[in-house]
């Protein structure tokens, strides 16, 4: 009975927002009223703790907005003085092929990206980018979603392991991961690839996705070869110096034409502009973005630890962290006017666009963050403090000795699904695959090793993360349709590592 109690206030938000095709913010709103019904009748949470979980909801809520305020803020400013037209220009000199394209600027870019800052940056960056040099604004979303996923490991400089895993010996789980990533991760620029052809005639599909697979395989393993190589040095590092080595050398073997298919690929309209001159230089049009990538990591280098502790009803405790990366978004581009000496003249639309951008996605990320933290606040009640919440509950089934490791990257996925973080994905659930590790007699690096890759792999139908991207490109109350666009690449890339985990049980 529990764990259908449990399911409830999920199973209603994916139905509403999959089945009845309602908006985020209605289907958020009933899974929060329900879940807060079910957690005070039947798991007895306390009104105080119910309370500070919906204000530590508004909390974490908004520092998604202001994530999402400072990349509207960064593209409009870009689009204003013309950066994204120059760039459209370069990306299309190196290669014209889409194919290509997508996988240079979402999976290794924004994979850079991930390993600079996390929460959500690469796709609020990636998806305009895509946006910008011609891509449909769907595949833009579910491309940048997609390729937001084997990076996650490693992500935001480690934290999903030196924070999320905390209370474990990290070195050895992030070695295990990376070792199965050396597999399982080169599967991520073909999924990529398989969207952007998705957009072609029904003819072509095969025939473009075929011909692209040699140079999709090779994209990948130069990521995932490289930050096996990094994981030795500690978590810090694989995604971030592993996609800016492997960036560096798939864009000169392109010039070599090494592993390019004859044919370029090109979407329906045909449309190119690599015949056009720039107006920017390539350093130039690159600046914004090195500025950019520099605040973001010195930000979160200087002042990861940095935070301010506020105490909630209900003994809840919310941290505020000084370092946001909307900060670096929008630091960026006032350092850019400043240069220019064009501060108020060319600061002033882009501010007005992305505050009205976000009046109504606002809403529906507070609704479904404080869903989350009101799942969350169940967690640890009772006399003992140990009693399972609604999340611990909803997987406990999944304890059988010999189903662990088929269903370890799941719980994974499943965390990072409701929560849209990788690293609170494993803070509920990192402790709970230990317990069925040790029940099942299973080694417990792998098994966290598991619970990890499969946090990441969930960080594409994360639905705070689908939320951010919509907004930042304009794309609210498509939610539904966006979801439906990426469950298929999640479902492949899930079942590929769990069935690759169940080969490596002995």
């Not at 090109?266 to 001159?277: A, L, Y």
């Not at 690293?423 to 098994?447: C, G, H, R, Y």
Request: proline share 6%; aromatic share 10%; hydrophobic share 60%.
């Amino acid at each position: 009975m529990m764990p259908w109690l449990a399911a409830l206030p999920i199973l209603l938000l994916l139905g509403l927002l999959l089945l009845a095709r309602r908006p985020l913010l209605l289907a958020a709103s009933v899974a929060l009223a329900s879940a807060s019904i079910v957690a005070v009748a039947f798991w007895d949470l306390p009104v105080p703790r119910l309370l500070g979980a919906l204000l530590k909801g508004a909390g974490v809520g908004l520092d998604v907005i202001l994530i999402v305020f400072g990349a509207i803020f960064f593209l409009k400013y870009l689009e204003k003085i013309r950066i994204l037209a120059s760039i459209e220009i370069y990306i299309q000199r190196l290669s014209p092929d889409r194919r290509i394209q997508a996988v240079l600027v979402a999976w290794l870019f924004g994979s850079f990206i991930e390993g600079s800052a996390g929460f959500g940056t690469p796709a609020a960056i990636v998806a305009p980018l895509l946006l910008s040099i011609g891509f449909p604004l769907l595949c833009s979303i579910a491309v940048a979603l997609v390729a937001n996923s084997t990076a996650v490991t490693f992500g935001a400089v480690g934290t999903p392991l030196r924070i999320g895993l905390a209370d474990f010996e990290t070195s050895n789980i992030a070695l295990r991961a990376a070792e199965i990533n050396l597999v399982t991760g080169p599967l991520v620029p073909l999924l990529i690839i398989g969207l952007v052809v998705w957009q072609a005639h029904s003819g072509e599909r095969w025939r473009a996705l075929k011909e692209c697979i040699p140079w999709a395989l090779w994209a990948g393993l130069a990521f995932v070869g490289f930050a096996y190589f990094f994981a030795h040095l500690g978590p810090e590092f694989p995604s971030i110096l592993g996609s800016l080595c492997a960036l560096i050398v798939v864009a000169a073997s392109l010039r070599f034409r090494f592993l390019v298919p004859q044919r370029v690929f090109n979407f329906e309209d045909g449309s190119k502009r690599s015949s056009e001159k720039p107006i920017h230089s390539a350093l130039q049009a690159a600046a914004p973005y090195l500025l950019l990538v520099t605040l973001l990591v010195g930000g979160k280098f200087g002042l990861q630890n940095l935070e301010v502790e506020l105490s909630l009803p209900g003994e809840l405790i919310h941290r505020i962290k000084i370092f946001n990366p909307g900060f670096a978004f929008l630091s960026a581009a006032i350092l850019i006017a400043i240069a220019r000496r064009r501060f108020s003249s060319e600061l002033r639309a882009p501010v007005v666009d992305a505050l009205s951008s976000l009046v109504k996605p606002a809403l529906s990320i507070f609704a479904i963050v404080a869903f989350v933290q009101v799942l969350m606040a169940t967690e640890g009640l009772g006399s003992h403090g140990n009693t399972p919440g609604m999340l611990t509950n909803l997987v406990s089934n999944f304890s059988a000795e010999n189903i662990v490791p088929l269903f370890s990257v799941a719980i994974g996925a499943f965390g990072s699904f409701v929560a849209g973080s990788a690293t609170v994905s494993n803070l509920l659930f990192a402790p709970l695959q230990a317990t069925l590790a040790s029940a099942a007699n299973q080694d417990l690096n792998f098994i966290l090793a598991l619970q990890l890759l499969g946090a990441a792999i969930g960080n594409i139908i994360a639905l705070p993360n689908i939320l951010a991207v919509g907004a930042t490109v304009g794309a609210s109350n498509k939610e539904a349709t966006i979801l439906g666009i990426v469950i298929g690449p999640f479902a492949i890339y899930l079942v590929f590592v769990t069935l690759y985990a169940l080969w490596l049980v002995p």
